[in-house]
């Protein structure tokens, strides 16, 4: 007879910080998540409405719904994106920032999609994927990370330090802070199943120049399943080795991260 295999426990999700009273002493400062995806995305697997749901009973301010640009397989269409007026953007207390994560495709900084997509969004994230990236020199992959900074467009960056391309950190840092863009300390990088062996040491350097540097980050959870939201379990152990400054988090501050980048 044929063995049925059980899932490696490595790769099973890790819902401890739900119960954990430490985890939800923390959890009571955090008033937003920009970073989440719904099953439009094509590989995340919650809907719109439970995400909403969700957001509301973890008390967020603000959450953002950012889904894959269309050169992540699977992902929606640009009409997807042109079509999200329809969505009522205020949920009781919390407010809903719909947009996109687009993706940073080459070493110039080009993103996907076009502008006339990109102006309908409330909120622009950019990453680099290896679905959809051509990298180059770690100097080459630094200035097609920086333009993607100065490209005026872009608010946050999502994930510069999961090791995709490998990056100069203190170029990155300082044109972020020129640029007042936020670059993300992503908790999802983190998991076990996702392998990027430099997540750690290139994260707590952000982090390390960032504080040097008096420059604001955000904690993304990068959700793609609704419980996940707000989940920044594998941010915090980061946060304490290098001491960051709670005032240089804008999670904790939704006047701070609305100031921050300039929005309404
Ligand atoms: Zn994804
Ligand atoms: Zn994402």
Same mark, same amino acid.
């Not at 993300?184 to 999802?188: A, K, L, M, V």
């Given at each position: 007879m044929k063995m049925k295999m059980p899932p490696s426990e490595r790769d099973l999700p890790n819902y401890r910080y739900l119960?954990?009273?430490?985890m939800t002493e923390t959890m009571k400062k955090i008033e937003l998540d920009i970073h989440t995806h719904t099953i439009a995305s094509g590989h995340a697997y919650s809907t719109l409405s439970e995400m909403i749901a969700e957001g509301q009973r973890k008390g967020l301010s603000i959450l953002g719904i950012? *889904? +894959?640009? *269309?050169s992540?397989?699977?992902t929606c269409n640009r009409i997807y994106f042109r079509n999200l007026h329809v $969505?009522? #953007?205020?949920w009781g207390e919390m407010r809903l920032l719909l947009g996109a994560e687009l993706n940073i495709l080459d070493t110039k900084g080009t993103l996907d999609m076009d502008e006339d997509t990109w102006k309908r969004l409330d909120i622009r994230i950019a990453g680099i994927h290896r679905l959809c990236w051509t990298g180059g020199t770690v100097e080459e992959n630094t200035a097609g990370?920086? /333009? /993607? $900074? #100065?490209?005026?467009?872009? +608010?946050?960056?999502? +994930?510069p330090g999961d090791g995709t391309a490998e990056l100069l950190f203190e170029?990155?840092? %300082?044109a972020a802070k020129e640029t007042h863009t936020l670059l993300? $300390? !992503?908790?999802?990088t983190f998991r076990p199943s996702r392998h990027f062996p430099h997540a #750690? *040491? !290139?994260? %707590? *350097?952000? %982090? #390390?120049?960032?504080?040097?540097?008096?420059?604001? $980050?955000i904690l993304g959870s990068d959700a793609h399943f609704a419980l996940d939201i707000a989940n920044y379990e594998y941010c915090y152990p980061l946060l304490a080795e290098t001491e960051f400054p709670d005032e240089l988090i804008v999670n904790y501050d939704q006047k701070r991260f609305l100031g921050y980048l300039g929005l309404q």
């Open positions: 119960c954990s009273p430490k950012t *889904e +894959h640009g *269309e992540i397989p699977g $969505i009522p #953007r205020q990370m920086v /333009a /993607a $900074i #100065r490209n005026p467009w872009t +608010h946050i960056i999502s +994930h170029p990155v840092v %300082l993300e $300390i !992503n908790s999802s #750690r *040491e !290139n994260n %707590l *350097e952000i %982090l #390390r120049l960032c504080k040097q540097y008096d420059v604001p $980050i």
